[in-house]
T-cell receptor
Framework: DAGITQSPRHKVTETGTPVTLRCHQT?????MYWYRQDPGHGLRLIHY???????DKGEVSDGYSVSRSKTEDFLLTLESATSSQTSVYFC????????????FGQGTRLTVV | GNSVTQMEGPVTLSEEAFLTINCTYT??????LFWYVQYPGEGLQLLLK?????DKGSNKGFEATYRKETTSFHLEKGSVQVSDSAVYFC?????????????FGQGTILTVHP
């Protein structure tokens, strides 16, 4: 267990509503990531963080924002959910360096109806 | 940019069969290469990795060799078990200032029958 907790684990929401997913780590790692998993696409990076208040966009960032006000928490917000954002969302943390390795949370299954 | 291509699935095998899942990559520089496994209802777990050319990663009977000349990192196992049924992802990290961002292949579903 890499000490990563995602919440909620499942959510159904309506189109147009804002949604926030939370990732909490107990490892004190600097680097955190949000990926989405869709059939035929593998996992794609949405946003990442390289420190408190330091974040940047990934490959599929449109419609998403993130915040990291403390080391242990990384929040992903869907500002106005759309059906195309129905997906499984994974948070990851990473040790970056000579022995880079990422650890993943259990995932959040989000359905936008 | 960076990309990873995995063989199309799903792959269905009988127990004790030989497994190969092909993975090729495109990247600038010298990436680190990974295989992750996702069991039903769970997150991804690192299966094995290799950080430089000709390195062989191995774990739980699975192996993959970093082949720079063919830009490949094929996953192999000599005798699969029912418990190996899962989704397998090939991935890379571009070394240097990549902030540890992973680029994934599309995943290959493996089902092993008794």
């Amino acid at each position: 267990d890499a000490g990563i907790t995602q919440s909620p684990r499942h959510k159904v929401t309506e189109t147009g509503t804002p949604v926030t997913l939370r990732c909490h780590q107990t490892e004190n790692h600097r680097y955190m990531y949000w990926y989405r998993q869709d059939p035929g696409h593998g996992l794609r990076l949405i946003h990442y963080s390289y420190g408190v208040k330091d974040t940047d966009k990934g490959e599929v960032s449109d419609g998403y924002s993130v915040s990291r006000s403390k080391t242990e928490d990384f929040l992903l917000t869907l500002e106005s959910a759309t059906s195309s954002q129905t997906s499984v969302y994974f948070c990851a943390i990473s040790v970056v360096g000579a022995n880079t390795e990422a650890f993943f949370g259990q995932g959040t299954r989000l359905t936008v109806v | 940019g960076n990309s990873v291509t995995q063989m199309e699935g799903p792959v269905t095998l009988s127990e004790e069969a030989f497994l190969t899942i092909n993975c090729t990559y495109t990247a600038t520089g010298y990436p680190s290469l990974f295989w992750y496994v996702q069991y039903p209802g769970e997150g991804l777990q690192l299966l094995l990795k290799a950080t430089k050319a000709d390195d062989k990663g191995s774990n739980k009977g699975f192996e993959a060799t970093y082949r720079k000349e063919t830009t490949s990192f094929h996953l192999e196992k000599g005798s699969v078990q029912v418990s190996d049924s899962a989704v397998y992802f090939c991935a890379l990290i571009r070394n240097g200032t990549s902030y540890g961002k992973l680029t994934f292949g599309q995943g290959t579903i493996l089902t092993v029958h008794p």
